[in-house]
T-cell receptor, first 114, second 108 residues
Framework: GAVVSQHPSRVICKSGTSVKIECRSL??????MFWYRQFPKQSLMLMAT?????????EQGVEKDKFLINHASLTLSTLTVTSAHPEDSSFYIC??????????FGPGTRLLVL | QKEVEQNSGPLSVPEGAIASLNCTYSDRVSQSFFWYRQYSGKSPELIMS????GDKEDGRFTAQLNKASQYVSLLIRDSQPSDSATYLC????????FGAGTRLTVKP
């Protein structure tokens, strides 16, 4: 199957700082990338969808000014959590899809905001 | 009404038994359905996708789709302890919409 990587795998930051998470498709061109968030003992919730070169489409209730998404190339999307607060602590997972509908998930980034 | 609903379990089966996982979805026009497995602390991994009514088999896994009943299921034959995980049903609707997941434990 296709490989998607995320970096970093784990990050701890102070409240008020910004954190950038990278998502890369390693062996295919991802026309669409998705960002999900998973709180403990809950399922994954879609945050936003991004197409290369276009503005991201955010789900209802997700603040676009807080969660900045850039999809500058067919293999890279970034999610920046701006002015992070403890309630933003979560497991952030990206996925990517190419010509097929199937989404391939990255390993996830665990964010802890102190 | 939630878009995708699953029985959260937990579901426990003995090793070698058949595990049956069920899922219903609310949007009648949905076309693409997926089962993912998620181990604790890890991201989901794809088990199967299904698009047409009927059964789709892949090794020990069989997905069943009934669009009239808006129902998707996953059967795991010859369950192994390594199958113990949370199983997520998902519908692709401009991004995956996941159910809450069913926690499966396979006891040796």
């Amino acid at each position: 199957g296709a490989v998607v990587s995320q970096h970093p795998s784990r990050v701890i930051c102070k409240s008020g700082t910004s954190v950038k998470i990278e998502c890369r498709s390693l062996d295919f061109q991802a026309t669409t990338m998705f960002w999900y968030r998973q709180f403990p003992k809950q399922s994954l919730m879609l945050m936003a969808t991004s197409n290369e070169g276009s503005k991201a489409t955010y789900e209802q209730g997700v603040e676009k000014d807080k969660f900045l998404i850039n999809h500058a190339s067919l293999t890279l999307s970034t999610l920046t959590v701006t002015s992070a607060h403890p309630e933003d602590s979560s497991f952030y997972i990206c996925s990517a899809s190419g010509s097929e509908e199937t989404q391939y998930f990255g390993p996830g980034t665990r964010l802890l905001v102190l | 009404q939630k878009e995708v609903e699953q029985n959260s379990g937990p579901l426990s089966v003995p090793e070698g038994a058949i595990a049956s996982l069920n899922c219903t979805y609310s949007d009648r026009v949905s076309q693409s359905f997926f089962w993912y497995r998620q181990y604790s602390g890890k991201s989901p991994e794809l088990i199967m996708s299904i698009y047409s009514n009927g059964d789709k088999e892949d090794g020990r896994f069989t997905a069943q789709l009934n669009k009239a009943s808006q129902y998707v299921s996953l059967l795991i034959r010859d369950s192994q302890p390594s199958d113990s995980a949370t199983y997520l049903c998902a519908v692709n609707d401009r991004g995956m919409r996941f159910g809450a997941g069913t926690r499966l434990t396979v006891k040796p």
